[in-house]
C-alpha cells in the first residue's frame, strides 16, 4: 500500500464549473502523476511531477492545470469543466530508483452535466 | 505517433494455460523502462512488473515474467499456469530516459476460462 488517496471519489458537476481534484501521498515519493481513463483510449497522462513546484505536461494537458505546493500533495484543476472532460482521474506516484514501481490511488468518477 | 502498441484488444484462454500479451514499444532513447498492470473489473490499477532497458535479464515476480526482445522493441507479458482472478485488463507502458512521463498502451482485456 504506497499510501496514495484521492478526493472526492466520486463527484457530479456542471458544464462551466471549475473542479478541482485531490491527490495526497503519505510516503515521501517525488513523482506523482495524473491520468484520466476512457474507454478505447487506456490511460492518457494529463500532467505529472517531479517535485514541489515541478510540473510537466502529458498527452492531454488542455483544459487542466496542476499545482504541488507540498510534497504529499498534488492538485488536478479544471478550470472550467466541459463534457468532455467526464472520465475516471487516475493519481499514480513512482517509486524509483530502488524498485522503479509505479502505484495508483482508487480513482475519482468525474461526471460533467 | 503511438509509443506504446498492444495488439490484442481482447484475448479468451483456458485456465491454467500459459498467457502471452503482447506489447511493442517505439523509442529512440537508449534508457527506458517499461512496466505492466492489472486492472480488475473492481476498477483499481495494480503495478505488476518493471523491466529497464539496461537489465540484463529477463523481469519475473511469482507467476508473472516479462519476454524483453530488445531488438524486436517488445516487451511481452507472460503469464504461467493461468488462473481465473487473472481475468482483467493488462496495460503495458513506458518510461524514457529523457523525461519522466510514463505513457500507457490501450490494453488488453484478459479472460480466463475455467
Known amino acids: 500500500d504506497a499510501g496514495i488517496t484521492q478526493s472526492p471519489r466520486h463527484k457530479v458537476t456542471e458544464t462551466g464549473t471549475p473542479v478541482t481534484l485531490r491527490c495526497h501521498q503519505t510516503?515521501?515519493?517525488?513523482?506523482m502523476y495524473w491520468y484520466r481513463q476512457d474507454p478505447g483510449h487506456g490511460l492518457r497522462l494529463i500532467h505529472y511531477?517531479?517535485?514541489?513546484?515541478?510540473?510537466d505536461k502529458g498527452e492531454v494537458s488542455d483544459g487542466y492545470s496542476v499545482s504541488r505546493s507540498k510534497t504529499e500533495d498534488f492538485l488536478l484543476t479544471l478550470e472550467s469543466a466541459t463534457s468532455s472532460q467526464t472520465s475516471v482521474y487516475f493519481c499514480?506516484?513512482?517509486?524509483?530508483?530502488?524498485?522503479?514501481?509505479?502505484?495508483f490511488g482508487p480513482g475519482t468518477r468525474l461526471t460533467v452535466t | 505517433a503511438q509509443k506504446i502498441t498492444q495488439t490484442q484488444p481482447g484475448m479468451f484462454v483456458q485456465e491454467k494455460e500459459a498467457v502471452t500479451l503482447d506489447c511493442t514499444y517505439d523509442?529512440?532513447?537508449?534508457?527506458?523502462?517499461l512496466f505492466w498492470y492489472k486492472q480488475p473489473s473492481s476498477g483499481e490499477m495494480i503495478f505488476l512488473i518493471y523491466?529497464?532497458?539496461?537489465?540484463?535479464q529477463n523481469a519475473t515476480e511469482g507467476r508473472y515474467s516479462l519476454n524483453f526482445q530488445k531488438a524486436r522493441k517488445s516487451a511481452n507479458l507472460v503469464i504461467s499456469a493461468s488462473q481465473l482472478g487473472d481475468s482483467a485488463m493488462y496495460f503495458c507502458a513506458m518510461r524514457e530516459g529523457r523525461d519522466d512521463k510514463i505513457i500507457f498502451g490501450k490494453g488488453t482485456r484478459l479472460h480466463i476460462l475455467p
Open positions: 523509442t529512440s532513447d537508449p534508457s527506458y523502462g
Open positions: 510516503e515521501n515519493h517525488r513523482y
Open positions: 499514480a506516484i513512482l517509486d524509483p530508483p530502488e524498485r522503479n514501481e509505479q502505484y
Open positions: 511531477s517531479y517535485g514541489v513546484k515541478d510540473t
Open positions: 523491466q529497464g532497458s539496461y537489465d540484463q
